[in-house]
């Protein structure tokens, strides 16, 4: 496989972009990557730094005769989303992705785990810009910034006068002929209960295991307004009615594993009465068959499968139980509002993406989406009061401001003219409702002209994730061809 990808054109690209794909690099784990990078850019003979957080900058000289063009950033982030299916023991921080081209060979993809495009595919398209000397360009700097998907802290921790550049691409974002000039910000709400564990188990009662899987998940931000399933949503609306008229008691709970992915699964161990069990049974059968319908064209089939289970030493007790399926089924998930002036833009959004009981802790992960900062507080607010009146403690994490748009950007004018030069249509001016690190760059370098654009990627955040490979092709020409046409200072 790894020859087939190479292959692919641009080769210089496709070799650096499988080279990501065998180095390990989820979130927290950049020693690897960034130790990739920079011996790239040394044997590249290129000028390297590196700055406190981690962030690596390769710095290349402009073509011969070009030397007065403005100088580029170009910036794409390291580390990557780790979701894979349930049946895979992949490790993220031993085990290489394992790629290949889908039959018909238009995707790349992975086998049951994320496939890394999000963002691999942009610091490939950097690293080949560094390494092909036959391109004409102005001096250019790539920026590899280190762990973005949780808390851009590569982002967030940038010092001003690190990078020289007077106009950045960047290079995450995931819809061939597209260009992105805003993107929403986002805040974690961290929720959490604690509890004395009830080691009095009805007498009678049964263990019952219950799965829910199949969802299709996906990015919180990009996927959010297709109205997928939220694996942790599904779970708790079915214990509310298998408590309140069938006695379960719940005893453990995992949904979801990652703050900016949408929960694919949710599992939890709940006891029930005996006699109640060949009910508990057809209630299960009818959620199933229930979900399945109501989200008919929008998921693939929905799993939820009950079986007996060894009973469990503790339970949740009741009033922390109810009080936290109450919350969950209160608290808002999804699209929450729309932007007006960018029809069909998600405003504001909140994924309810981990619930996770252990050791007499329950802890809750929600990440709240905005290009509204106003909005963005509203939304929390009323999160944390759905919370706060369940008697839950609610902490606020990682806010980061949202990209607003300049409709005075020379950058975003030249790249619409250089797109309407190369494929005689225009692009789609847009903004985003993921979080891209421009804002927080642009609050230490707020002269910085930036517009984002890439390649067409599918479903990130999820082992369904797929890069397109002809927008491969056009993205590659389109950045070239943007270089050129870059300005003089």
């Not at 992915?261 to 939890?268: C, G, L, N, V």
Request: hydrophobic share 40%; glycine share 8%.
């Amino acid at each position: 496989m790894a020859a087939e990808i190479k292959e692919l054109y641009p080769q210089r690209l496709w070799g650096y972009f499988y080279d990501l794909t065998r180095i390990p690099r989820p979130t927290g784990h950049m020693e690897a990557v960034t130790r990739y990078v920079m011996e790239t850019g040394k044997g590249l003979g290129l000028e390297i730094v590196q700055d406190g957080i981690g962030n690596v900058l390769i710095r290349k000289p402009a073509s011969p005769g070009m030397e007065h063009l403005k100088p580029v950033t170009l910036q794409a982030h390291l580390d990557m989303v780790p979701q894979k299916n349930s049946a895979t023991r992949h490790d993220f921080e031993k085990d290489p992705i394992d790629a290949y081209i889908e039959t018909g060979g238009e995707w790349v993809t992975a086998r049951d785990t994320t496939l890394g495009a999000d963002n691999g595919i942009g610091a490939a398209a950097i690293l080949a810009i560094l390494s092909d000397d036959t391109l004409k360009h102005g001096p250019v700097e790539g920026l590899f910034t280190i762990d973005e998907e949780v808390g851009m802290d590569g982002a967030v921790n940038l010092k001003p006068g690190f990078l020289q550049g007077e106009m950045m691409l960047n290079l995450d974002s995931e819809q061939e002929g597209e260009l992105f000039v805003g993107c929403a910000g986002g805040a974690d709400l961290n929720i959490s209960f604690q509890f004395k564990e009830d080691k009095e188990i009805p007498e009678g009662d049964v263990a019952v295991k219950l799965s829910l899987t199949g969802l299709k998940g996906g990015h919180s931000g990009v996927d959010i307004h297709l109205g997928r399933a939220n694996a942790n949503k599904l779970l708790f609306r079915f214990l509310k009615e298998a408590v309140c008229d069938y006695g379960a008691r719940l005893s453990w709970v995992e949904g979801g594993t990652l703050r900016n992915a949408i929960p694919r699964e949710a599992f939890a161990v709940v006891t029930i009465p005996g006699d109640n069990v060949e009910a508990l049974w057809e209630l299960v059968a009818d959620y199933r068959d229930l979900f399945n319908n109501e989200y008919q064209g929008i998921e693939n089939t929905i799993s939820f499968e009950a079986e007996l289970a060894d009973l469990p030493a503790t339970l949740i007790p009741e009033v922390i139980q109810d009080d936290l399926i109450n919350a969950i089924e209160g608290c808002q998930n999804g699209v929450i509002s729309m932007l007006s002036e960018f029809p069909g833009t998600v405003e504001s959004s909140s994924n309810l993406a981990v619930v996770k009981s252990a050791d007499e802790l329950i802890e809750i992960k929600i990440l709240v989406r905005s290009s509204s900062e106003s909005r963005k507080a509203a939304v929390c607010s009323s999160l944390e009061s759905v919370f706060a009146l369940a008697g839950a403690k609610v902490e606020y994490g990682n806010s980061y401001p949202g990209w607003q748009p300049n409709a005075h950007s020379p950058l975003l004018k030249i790249m619409e003219d250089t797109y309407r030069s190369l494929w005689k249509t225009a692009p789609a001016v847009k903004v985003m409702h993921a979080g891209l690190e421009c804002g927080i760059i642009l609050a230490q370098y707020p002269c910085l002209d930036i517009v984002s654009f890439g390649p067409t990627i599918e479903h990130p955040h999820s082992p369904d994730e797929r890069i397109n490979v002809p927008s491969v092709r056009k993205f590659w020409e389109y950045l070239t061809a943007t270089l050129e046409r870059i300005p003089g200072k």
